[in-house]
């Protein structure tokens, strides 16, 4: 009977000590995409994007309401046209559309690569932050947010990151 109570009660000390321990975690909380988004750098470059890529989606427009007009030149001429006028209007039509489609495919992937190669730099750089920003606070683990299922808002580091990556690497 000592023994069993003995037992039970180095237990129950062992059962209050692990929480006490883990209690002393300091844990911080981060949104990476997030905080990436919101940098000052991310901002900039997704402007210079829009303008560096302006020229090439409106030819693409163009070409896109060009071979509309002909698909619609086509649907209200059927039957009215010579065989040989809608041959034409039609050769003029895939042709137009082999040329949407070139310009479209090479649009997005000339996009995507640049976005994929700023977005992978700056995911790098936003880690070393985070990293530093962590070691500063003195923080034993940080998580990424869409990881965790609940904090509290007190350990969301989202905003420091953002701040001191705006502050390691301004946007030029």
């Known amino acids: 009977m000592f023994r069993s109570s003995l037992a039970l009660a180095v237990c129950a000390a062992g ?5 006490s321990a883990m209690a002393q975690a300091k844990v911080g909380v981060v949104s990476l995409q997030k905080a990436i988004l919101e940098t000052a750098e991310i901002k900039k470059a997704s402007n210079d994007m ?3 890529y302006k020229k090439r989606q409106d030819d693409l427009d163009k070409a896109q ?7 619609t030149q086509l649907q209200t001429a059927q039957g009215k046209l010579s065989a ?10 895939q042709r137009k559309e082999r040329e949407v489609k070139r310009l479209d495919e090479d649009l997005r992937a000339d996009v995507e690569r640049d976005r994929n190669e700023i977005l992978a ?5 936003m880690l070393e932050v985070v990293k530093k920003l962590s070691d500063e606070k003195s923080l034993d683990l940080v998580v990424e947010a869409s990881a965790v299922i609940s904090f509290k808002p007190a350990l969301d580091i989202t905003v420091e990151a953002v ?3 705006d502050k390691a690497y301004p946007a030029k």
């Not at 309401?65 to 698909?71: A, F, G, M, P, V």
């Not at 040989?84 to 039509?93: N, S, T, V, Y």
């Not at 730099?121 to 750089?125: I, M, V």
Request: glycine share 6%; proline share 3%.
């Open 163 to 165: 701040a001191a990556y």
């Open 15 to 19: 059962l209050f000590a692990v929480p």
């Open 84 to 93: 040989a006028g809608e041959a034409d209007l039609m050769a003029r039509g």
């Open 65 to 71: 309401r060009e071979l509309s007009d002909i698909q």
């Open 50 to 52: 829009q303008v560096k």
């Open 121 to 125: 730099r700056a995911q790098t750089r």
